[in-house]
């Protein structure tokens, strides 16, 4: 039996927490360790956590911390617990919990990786109205941070980077490429993670078929929605959950270089400002 230790952040919302945990481990052969960061939920999400039911010899690790934790921060502190506990683990889970996996799902994704000898596979994520939403990503450029999201397919592509709506990695992989880079507040850093396995010559493919259903983030409300003022857009862009200068300067420069930063920074400034 297979060991997997899998890591996720939460924040209130209990519901699709609960789903996304049930819905992985349906039909799931392997044991499963879940290692579970709560970022000062406040809706029943920590009791539901504590006294959930892990069965073939699991287990369920609760770290809370506060509400000043979103996706990045949270999932560095799950990935810190793994590095220092996964000595018995086979491979390491990258989770959202919004995502409704369907049964099976886990044990696809280890077979699809052990016969292509690769070191991690992208689960491909479809909305509900099934276009996908989530998964492997291709570069459209060496230049310029300009990607496009690569379908399931039979035989495996590999993923320049990637959403970790579910990712599955070995653990020789997972310990060797570190935790996700600690600038980024809430997006980007799976993106950067990507990025950084791909230059260590990492082998990433994705699947050959959907591993489940997860609603792609809603433009309206947010800074892309052109119907919002100038200020509430520009407000909004700024905020942890949009697209902020700093945390966008630094991956850009990153992986592109101080041209294409300096070129992508000013962009979303220029759509807010003509009102695209």
Not at 209 to 230: A, P, Q, V
Not at 244 to 270: C, E, M
Request: proline share 3%; net charge neutral; aromatic share 8%.
């Amino acid at each position: 039996m297979k060991n997997v230790m899998i890591l996720l952040t939460c924040h209130e919302r209990r519901s699709h927490t609960k789903d996304c945990l049930d819905s992985l481990l349906t039909d799931c052969s392997a044991e499963c360790h879940i290692v579970a960061v709560d970022a000062g939920s406040k809706d029943g999400t920590v009791e539901m956590l504590e006294a959930y039911p892990v069965e073939n010899g699991g287990s369920l690790k609760l770290i809370c911390r506060d509400a000043s934790l979103f996706w990045n921060g949270g999932m560095r502190v799950a990935m810190n617990y793994a590095a220092a506990n996964c000595r018995d683990t086979d491979y390491i889970m990258l989770i959202n919990d919004d995502v409704h996996f369907y049964a099976g799902a886990l044990d696809e994704m280890i077979e699809r990786l052990e016969r292509y000898d690769a070191d991690a596979v992208v689960g491909a994520t479809r909305s509900h109205s099934g276009e996908q939403s989530y998964g492997g990503v291709r570069m459209l450029s060496k230049h310029l941070a300009r990607y496009e999201l690569i379908p399931p397919s039979k035989e495996p592509a590999g993923c320049d980077t990637f959403n970790c709506n579910a990712l599955l990695l070995t653990k020789e992989c997972f310990l060797s490429t570190g935790n996700l880079d600690g600038a980024y507040v809430h997006s980007m850093g799976d993106y950067d993670y990507g990025m950084r396995l791909k230059r260590a010559g990492r082998k990433v493919i994705n699947t050959a078929d959907y591993t489940g259903e997860c609603d792609d983030n809603d433009i309206k409300g947010s800074w892309r929605d052109t119907t919002l003022s100038r200020s509430e857009r520009l407000k909004k862009k700024e905020g942890p959950k949009g697209l902020p200068r700093s945390d966008w300067y630094h991956y850009v420069r990153k992986n592109y270089g101080p041209a294409a930063a300096l070129w992508h920074s000013i962009t979303p400034y220029v759509r807010i400002l003509l009102k695209k």
